[in-house]
């Protein structure tokens, strides 16, 4: 089975991405994951994508579809896609990679997410520098302000997670990304979900919807 989440950043599609894989035994892909990591080794990929993901832009076809392909060229499990594709064109793109392989994409899950609530998770969140794990000082707050539970790092507030950036994150989502609802909605395999519940009850929700699916 191949699945990809689709919703505003912030929607709750990383978390739920996780539950999902552990669940379904699927691979989970985070592109942006993926692009931090390699900003963090500062490799030739990782350079030309930090300037784009600093201010909050998307990084070019080429650079993400490459990137896939590597990673995943020789992958068996079924792949869960976590934000990715953002445009009609990475979509066509990915729909043609999946047909080389003789494989498509059987579940495409929408979560459906206020744009308000998503400023306001967007705007408190936090993450470590060191172990990476997200904190949000609303929701799940670490035990003592701005220092991780897990390793004791200091937390940041990500470049991409400044309200200046997030309000430009989002008007990108509403140019480009939205346009892939209409795209998957023709497809058959189309789901939507209440992505402003609790992570669980969206987890919950979400594998009921995919099991229910022919």
């Known amino acids: 089975m191949n699945i990809i989440l689709l919703g505003y950043p912030g929607s709750g599609k990383g978390t739920l991405a996780k539950d999902l894989s552990k669940s379904l035994d699927m691979i989970h892909v985070s592109t942006g994951d993926i692009l931090r990591d390699e900003m963090a080794k500062k490799t030739p990929l990782g350079l030309e994508a930090s300037s784009y993901m600093a201010g909050g832009r998307l990084v070019p076809d080429r650079l993400v579809m490459d990137m896939l392909k590597v990673r995943l060229g020789a992958e068996t499990r079924g792949l869960l896609f976590d934000g990715f594709p953002r445009t009609v064109a990475q979509a066509e793109a990915l729909d043609a990679w999946f047909g080389t392989r003789g494989q498509e994409i059987d579940s495409v899950v929408f979560l459906n997410v206020a744009e308000a609530v998503v400023m306001a998770r967007l705007g408190s969140r936090r993450t470590c520098t060191g172990c990476g794990k997200i904190y949000n000082v609303i929701s799940n707050a670490p035990a003592k302000e701005g ?68």
């Open 147 to 214: 220092v991780c539970d897990a390793c004791g790092k200091p937390l940041m507030t990500r470049e991409d997670d400044k309200t200046e950036v997030i309000a430009r994150r989002i008007q990108v989502y509403k140019d480009q990304t939205e346009p892939l609802l209409a795209y998957y909605r023709s497809s058959g395999t189309f789901v939507e979900a209440d992505g402003g519940k609790t992570p669980d009850a969206v987890t919950k929700d979400v594998l009921t919807l995919l099991h229910a699916k022919p």
